[in-house]
């Protein structure tokens, strides 16, 4: 069993920057793909970025391409997200998710293993 946990959210002004970490242990050596999503209120867990283990291959939700960029650091079994030029509809819960397997890595119900989540708040 994968044990996530994220951390990194926080209070940032439009256009402001903020960097999500998410540490996996207890059972790492598993992980085909690790990923972030986000809840807003009212909305669904919505895809925002993952990243292939082995390959480090990445895949971003488009509306966050070219200001976010995940990365993992191996050594550490940790999942970074960089949050950059953020806007106030980035606004959400962010989750981090691990799983066994590397296709539909953009899939929230691929994923075996969650974290409790961090919060983003963007003010105007």
């Known amino acids: 069993q994968v044990e996530v946990v994220e951390s990194g959210g926080g209070l940032v002004q439009a256009g402001g920057s903020l960097r999500l970490s998410c540490v996996a242990s207890r059972g790492s050596s598993t992980i085909g793909a690790m990923g972030w999503f986000r809840q807003s209120p009212g909305k669904e867990r919505q895809f925002v970025a993952a990243?292939?283990?082995?390959?480090?291959?990445?895949d971003y939700k488009e509306s966050v391409k070219g200001r976010f960029t995940v990365s993992l650091e191996k050594a550490k079994n940790t999942l970074y997200l960089q949050l950059n030029s953020l806007k106030p509809e980035d606004t959400g819960v962010y989750f981090c998710?691990?799983?066994?397997?590397?296709?539909?890595?953009?899939?929230?119900?691929?994923?075996?293993?969650w974290g409790q989540g961090t919060q983003v708040t963007v003010t105007d």
């Open positions: 990243v292939q283990w082995f390959t480090e291959r990445a």
């Open positions: 998710a691990a799983r066994r397997g590397t296709a539909a890595i953009n899939v929230a119900s691929t994923y075996e293993y």
